[in-house]
């Protein structure tokens, strides 16, 4: 199997900073696609606030609209490992976020993999 954990959430002031990580691990790995950050809050659907692809010119990186400017994914030191920096946050960015891995494993049809998320909460 797959895994993808999520950590260094937490609370946080408006205006505040965060930088919580994801990294995906297992066996037989061959190529990464891309890595995806998902936030779904309480009542709201998941959306997609940052992607990463590697791709065969170099990195790609887009945001949703809602975070654009404040929010800014990049590759960590470790192997298939991403960080989110949440600069400027607003209560409004309060959600769990959820890393979601897309991937080539050797033999398995599955090339995507969700982590279980981290709590991001934005209060005074």
């Known amino acids: 199997q797959v895994q993808v954990v999520e950590s260094g959430g937490g609370l946080v002031e408006p205006g505040g900073s965060l930088r919580p990580s994801c990294a995906a691990s297992?066996?037989?790995?061959?190529?990464?696609?891309?890595m995806e950050w998902h936030r779904q809050a309480p009542g709201k659907e998941r959306e997609l606030v940052a992607v990463?692809?590697?791709?065969?010119?170099?990195?790609?990186?887009d945001y949703a609209d809602s975070v654009k400017g404040r929010f800014t994914i990049s590759r960590d030191n470790a192997e298939y490992a991403v960080y989110l920096q949440m600069n400027s946050l607003k209560p409004e960015d309060t959600a769990v976020y959820y890393c979601?891995?897309?991937?080539?494993?050797?033999?398995?049809?599955?090339?995507?993999?969700w982590g279980q998320g981290t709590q991001v909460t934005v209060s005074s």
């Open positions: 979601k891995a897309n991937l080539k494993r050797f033999g398995d049809p599955r090339n995507e993999w």
């Open positions: 297992g066996d037989m790995i061959t190529r990464m696609y891309s």
């Open positions: 990463l692809r590697d791709t065969s010119r170099g990195d790609e990186t």
